[in-house]
């Protein structure tokens, strides 16, 4: 179905080309799993299929890409669309309708296809992706999830015969995650659709793959095999993997349920040890002003009550992990904080240590003023962006922050080492853009640090690195809150879990208990060595080598 012939691809002034030496068929019926560190040329690998490279993305292609026999040297993206669905990093760059059921109809209505078939697509996608509920609903009111169950949507009402999906599940949370992943299956099994998915959080979509693709460095040649076999080398690993090669498990499972069965002698070497003091952040001092006070906080929305009842408060020192379904009210709860949204009825108070008794009110607080308290990274990183380099978008960050010169330099360079102060930031990945914004918000050091979905593009050293980062300000004396669907993340670095549901507060408490109460939001290590109180493979790790007991 996709064949790639000794394919390159070189784009202007690159040092080494983005790919190389890319020679590979993926057979109709298959789903085949891109993975790599950032940067190493999964997107530009995706985006040859489609034809977008060289079409639109410029570069010099070498070689030949071939899908149900059109070569895409010779046919531009909308000559491919009958044959590839393609479903970007960004599902605003997709919509080009005003509500759901539009959006879906679009691209059939593209191909000209008869009113009732696409009547018909329509019906079985809403229910497929679980969107019956908003098909009348402004796409610009759909949350980050939901604008990308959206926009995988629009792509398979069109029926093609190949999906190329870059991390389709990034901005989902686990169970609306799990619910595409199983419709992906069902196009893989049912109806032999050909799936090309590069997707860095593996411990959702490695069980799935029939074939597993690792381009292990930029311009290095990929390599290609059972999903075991190259999980046992890849750089990149989920935690599950990370466990097995931690216990000498050959092959490393890809799984949960496999690990579980064949953890009873882990299980016993942990048995009489116990996590780690000290392996996350510790618990804030009640006694000590909060940073921030939310007190029945309702937020509407036009007609729809993102939030309700609200009570939250963050004191210095504490990290704190939103989570919940998509469109629980997490990033409206992020956006009152910083003003953004203004309070239908409750309060908000920042400040506190920082800001006198009383502190202030964020929506009626001016934003040179409100920085001083409160800096907020969303989910796109480009709402923070506007210079044509690196350097000038640091440079301008010290300068308004007043921060000393080389301070956001020094903050990108720690999150993704190697980016180049001459490149654009429209031209980095997903993750590179959110480690410049992030740096821009921190180069103010604000005491309270807001974090929308920090970890979406980016791969497992990328969020080490990050998780490092945002432990060492929690140990100066910061507050973090971060809305997230990355359970990993979560049990990593937060030791206070908040749900949201429909808006409200319906757990608030350690991540520990948390998190492991709920078969959705419990990490995978919690799963497999569970019922002992094992969170992370760090925790593992740290318990065998304090016990003389490393693997």
Known sequence: MIRFDQVSVTYEDAAVPALHGVDLTVDEGELVLVVGPSGTGKSTLLNTVSGLVPHFTGGTLHGRVTVAGRDTRDHKPRELADVVGTVGQDPLAHFVTDTVEDELAYGMESLGLPPDTMRRRVE??????????????????????????????????????????????????????????????RLVHDLGTTVLLAEHRLERVVQYADRVLLLPAPGAAPVLGDPAEVMALSPVRPPVVALGRLAGWSPPPLSVRDARRRAAGLRERLAP????????????????PPLAEVSSLAVHRGRIAALRGVDLTVRPGETVALMGRNGAGKSTLLNALVGVHEPTRGRIRLGGASGGASGVVPHRTKPSELLRHVGLVPQDPRDLLYADTVAAECAAADRDTGAEPGTCRALVSSLLPDVPDTTHPRDLSEG??????????????????????????????????????????????????????????????????????????????????VVTSSPAFAPQTAKILSPQPWLTVHQVRAALAGAGGGA
């Open 432 to 513: 590179q853009r959110l480690a410049l914004a992030l740096a821009v918000v921190l180069s103010a050091a604000p005491p309270l640090l807001l974090l929308d979905e920090p970890t979406r593009g980016l791969d497992y050293a990328a969020k080490e690195r990050l998780t490092g980062v945002l432990r060492s300000l929690a140990d100066d004396g910061h507050a973090i809150v971060l809305a997230t669907h990355d359970v990993e993340l979560a049990a990593e670095l937060a030791h206070r879990v908040v749900v949201l549901a429909d808006g409200e507060v319906v757990a608030d408490g350690p991540s520990a208990e």
């Open 273 to 288: 040890l116990v996590p780690p003091a000290g392996d996350g952040p510790g618990r804030a001092s009640s006694t000590v």
């Open 124 to 185: 079985e996608t809403l229910d497929l992706l679980g969107l019956a509920e908003l098909r009348d609903r402004p796409t610009a009111t759909l949350s980050g999830g939901q604008m990308q169950r959206v926009a995988i949507g629009s792509v398979l009402t069109t029926h093609p015969k190949a999906l190329v999906l870059d991390e389709p599940t990034s901005a989902l949370d686990p169970a609306a995650a799990e619910e595409v992943l199983a419709v992906l299956q």
